[in-house]
């Protein structure tokens, strides 16, 4: 009896801890969001100078960081530069199909047998415009000190990187304990970085596919739309259905007749099942041992903590997650509830003819042991 009480207590104890845990992420969210999209663009940018390091035998291990640094800054600019210059027109021509629109509204008005079908201007008249406006105001105005936060974490993060071994070696004195904490944290890394090169690849798969088939058709903006389009793919399920339902609805607008949209909306369709259904779980396979319910749980979950920061981020979050649960006996039936096999200590990202030596995570005990230091310093 002392026994099951105590295991019952035990988890009863990590329940509370799950809730108060949420419910400190969600009040500390304008301050939390910005510390972790930096995070994770500080393992994209850690990653990426791997991968320079590795492919480019003239990039010395010094040079990559900084590198690595100097082109994502550049990517980033180039995708600033070209929202802002593609936006604007983007809206006008939005206005412009206003007519249109209103024969749309007009027929599935009649569909529906309502006998005043309602205007995009009577909408638009029924709007606090000074309400949205003020809305839209703030929205701006938190993108752009998010995101000037998020660059001055990632300054520091970066920055702090040679630390960071010494900080572990003060929390963890004991070295097989220390041995431990670097496995985890290796588990982690290889499952987002995984994840990245993942939806990356996928998504320029789905955004080129997918400007193809509307510049075949002849929609505006096609080129806008497949950046969208990319964008999304990064949002589980959620970006999957933006991908293949927003395009053929705004064709409904811009055609005459239904034909370029129906042409659009099963092209689309047929893309989004073969790269989802074949390529995609080849690529992926089980590298990041999630069950796909938690998928869901976790988007909705993250989503409605902190919006679409959490959307964007719920699968590498949770992924995070389940290998810390994992490394307590208390918290150990969370993380393999969350697995796909339940062994949340497997992160199986064996890449295509990969040697299972730089896959597999390195042993935690025995003289073996010593490679994973040497990966976390490497990183």
Not at 116 to 137: C, E, M, N, Q
Not at 229 to 254: E, H, N, S, T
Not at 257 to 285: D, E, K, T, W
């Amino acid at each position: 009896m002392p026994v099951t009480e105590s295991i019952v207590a035990r988890n009863a104890l990590v329940i509370l801890a799950v809730i108060a845990g949420g419910a400190t992420l969600y009040v500390l969210a304008s301050i939390l969001t910005p510390l972790a999209l930096a995070m994770f663009l500080a393992v994209m940018i850690d990653g990426f100078a791997r991968v320079l390091q590795h492919r480019l035998p003239h990039v010395s291990k010094r040079a990559a960081l900084p590198l690595a640094i100097v082109i994502a800054i550049g990517l980033f600019g180039g995708t600033a530069f070209f929202v802002a210059e593609n936006g604007a027109g983007f809206a006008t021509q939005l206005v412009a199909y206003g007519p249109r629109l209103d024969a749309v509204i007009a027929q599935v008005a009649g569909l529906a047998h309502i006998d005043r079908p309602p205007t995009v201007l009577s909408i638009v008249k029924g709007l606090d415009a000074s309400k949205y406006l003020g809305l839209v105001a703030r929205a701006v105005q938190d993108f752009a000190s998010t995101a000037l936060f998020v660059l001055v974490y990632l300054a520091f993060i970066l920055a702090s990187r040679k630390g960071w071994e010494r900080k572990a070696i003060g929390l963890f004195p004991v070295r097989e304990e220390r041995q431990d904490a670097v496995v985890a944290f290796l588990r982690i890394r290889d499952g987002v970085e995984r994840y990245l090169f993942v939806q990356t690849v996928t998504g320029l798969m789905v955004a080129g596919l997918s400007w193809i088939a509307m510049a075949a058709v002849g929609l505006h903006d096609a080129l806008f739309w497949a950046f969208l389009i990319f964008l999304a793919v990064y949002i589980p399920v959620a970006g999957g259905v933006f991908a293949g339902v927003a395009p053929p609805l705004f064709a409904l607008v811009q055609f005459p007749s239904y034909g370029q949209a129906i042409i659009l909306f099963v092209v689309l369709q047929l893309i989004g099942i073969v790269i989802g259904n074949v390529i995609y779980p080849r690529m992926q396979g089980r590298s990041l041992n999630i069950d796909p319910v938690i998928v869901l749980l976790s988007l909705a979950f993250w989503s409605a903590i902190w919006g679409v920061t959490g959307a964007f981020l719920s699968t590498p979050l949770t992924v995070m997650a389940m290998v810390v649960l994992a490394q307590f006996d208390g918290s150990r039936w969370i993380a393999v509830i969350l697995s796909a096999d339940g062994d949340p200590q497997q992160l199986k990202n064996k890449m295509p003819n990969e040697p299972p030596d730089k896959a597999d995570p390195p042993p935690t005990k025995g003289p073996h042991a010593k490679p994973a230091v040497r990966r976390a310093r490497q990183s």
